[in-house]
């Protein structure tokens, strides 16, 4: 491709001697010479205005064309709706898109090879405030970037869930299995970050919805004789939100058995509670609240509306096996009385074969956690030559 743009960085870019970071590294005009200029902002910056971290000087180029993002110790490039293009390894970009050493990047007629060399950071206490306000202003542009992420999610309901079994105490049999939101695009592969980044947008309640669909489009390898336990957000309405989507879901499997997992923060009204599980129930399906702990309004809500199972917060079950005889007392106590309203036991978080055999001990039923499988994707349970999105059952 011919180049006859000149470029202009701004700054010292192309006159830095600096050996580490990220460069771009191309032959232009007019002197046709190898050049260098170090990507040296957060937000870098590539078009025709002066104020551009890297100024190209030619009517192909937009104003604003491109930026290449550097988020933590990786770098993207985003195109910045420019009339030309933005191109990545000859494919157009068309969604902030993964750098790698050694890339080739072209700005409208203008190329680049993308190169990285390993930075030392020094000790001094200049190094370190410009350490502190890179991270900071790399927090904002992640928050930024992620947003754009999230809407990929969402729009293309890119959710591949995971799957964790909960069984038997007694003799380890699996009676179900929970699911739990995963994504493969970058940013989000923590569920907690999933939806931590929903609820800046206000679009918690539409992932929630987006991630128990897919449960069940994934779940297909459960047996007809195992539960499928899936989450509801705290944000969500039991009745607006929650109930009309078990509708569509009862629709979409009728034979599967689901167990609906509520929050303890959607638990507000025992009355509508217990309206909600009687309709719950009508769909066939069963009722689970999560992160039980001791506390009296959740104490209120278990006995006015017991659920079909109570899931114990983790936190009451870490180290249990060395817990005092107060705090064992008061464990036995809560499942003792779940088990007099016929309510199954879940003991979530087991770690080791101690919490096992004293949950055992304790009197739960069930039991979820490490000890007895990390969650997996649902084609880590089937035989090789079988889909995981196979025929609903």
Not at 83 to 95: A, F, M, P
Not at 115 to 138: C, F, H, I, M
Not at 226 to 250: A, Q, R
């Amino acid at each position: 491709m011919s180049m006859q743009t000149l470029v202009s960085p701004s700054g010292s870019n192309a006159a830095s001697k600096t050996r580490d970071g990220w460069f771009l590294v191309g032959c232009l005009p007019p002197l046709r010479t190898l050049t260098q200029i170090k990507v040296d902002s957060p937000a870098f910056v590539i078009g025709r205005r002066a104020e551009s971290d890297l100024q190209i000087a030619s009517q192909t180029v937009s104003a604003r064309h491109a930026e290449i993002l550097q988020i933590g110790p990786h770098l993207f490039l985003r195109d910045l709706g420019s009339t030309n293009g933005t191109y990545l390894n000859r494919r157009q970009v068309t969604q902030p898109t993964a750098i790698a050493d050694g890339d080739h990047i072209e700005i409208a007629n203008v190329e680049f090879r993308v190169e990285y060399r390993p930075a030392e950071v020094g000790n001094s206490r200049a190094d370190l405030d410009a350490l502190k306000k890179t991270a900071q202003a790399v927090d904002v542009l992640e928050s930024n970037w992620v947003l754009s992420q999230l809407h990929q999610l969402l729009q293309k309901q890119e959710v591949v869930p995971s799957y964790q079994p909960i069984v038997q105490l007694t003799d380890g049999g699996t009676i179900g299995y929970e699911s739990l939101a995963r994504t493969g695009l970058i940013g989000l592969e923590n569920p907690a970050e999933m939806f931590r980044t929903a609820e800046m947008v206000n679009r918690e309640v539409e992932l929630s919805l987006i991630c128990r669909v897919k449960a069940l489009e994934f779940g297909t390898f459960i047996p007809q004789n195992s539960s499928l336990f899936m989450n509801t957000h705290c944000n969500e309405s039991l009745e607006v939100d929650v109930l009309p989507s078990l509708v569509d879901l009862k629709n979409m499997a009728p034979h599967v058995n689901l167990v609906i997992e509520i929050h303890e923060g959607a638990i507000n009204d025992p009355l509508l509670t217990v309206d909600f599980c009687k309709a719950v129930r009508d769909l066939g399906f069963k009722v689970a609240y999560d992160d039980f702990g001791a506390g009296q309004s959740r104490l209120l809500e278990l006995v006015k509306a017991p659920p079909d199972f109570l899931k114990f917060d983790a936190s009451l079950i870490r180290d249990i096996h060395e817990a005092n005889p107060y705090q064992w007392r008061m464990l036995k106590m809560l499942v003792d009385m779940s088990h007099d309203a016929s309510i199954a036991t879940i003991a979530e978080g087991i770690e080791t074969e101690s919490e096992r055999n004293a949950c055992r001990d304790l009197g739960f039923e069930l039991g979820q956690g490490y000890f007895f499988g990390r969650p997996k994707p649902a084609a880590s349970y089937l035989p090789s030559n079988t889909s995981p999105t196979q025929k609903l059952k």
